[in-house]
């Protein structure tokens, strides 16, 4: 069964400095990887996706994201942390064989400091 | 173009008591489901539809009855409330196979 580690329960930075938030994974199969974000009292909203082809992915608001394989990791990251990216982030991931659900991490709290 | 429309945003229910929280979605998307958040276990998939009239459960279903008669309508009915259901549900689209999700508000559910 797919499961998805974010080992780090809060990150902090300050603001325009680099910012990464951390996940790894298990599934079966190749893996469709996502990163969501939530904002207090809201449903989260879609940062990026990594299905197949350049291990980079660039998503909204500045983010990006790394694929790499032999590590199982697709850790987010952005250059310049902006104290408005303070935020709840969640990846999830499912696997590419069949009908697969789409298993979430817990979430890591970024924090941003001016 | 409302997106994903949940009702109501709050509810506080006694023990035993029965509820149907609303979904609603003007996006045509054929998959439908509901996640509950809780604090330190991420999302969990309770239900899905992936068209009107086929539902499947997900991780956590016991408790929760759901239906789907037509592709824009998805509720979710608490046959009888506990306290342990007591969290913040979200009604999630998707757009295609591998497609990004579109999440409701949600609905902050309290049960006493």
Redesign the interface.
Known sequence: AQSVAQPEDQVNVAEGNPLTVKCTYSVSGNPYLFWYVQYPNRGLQFLLKYITGDNLVKGSYGFEAEFNKSQTSFHLKKPSALVSDSALYFCAVRGNTGFQKLVFGTGTRLLVSP | NAG?TQTPKFQVLKTGQSMTLQCAQDMNHEYMSWYRQDP??????IH?SVGAGITDQ??VPNGYNVSRSTTEDFPLRLLSAAPSQTSVY?C?TRQGA?G???????SRLTVL
């Open positions: 994903v330190g276990m991420g999302l969990r998939l899905y997900g991780e979200f999630v591998i990004e999700l579109f999440f409701g508000e949600g």
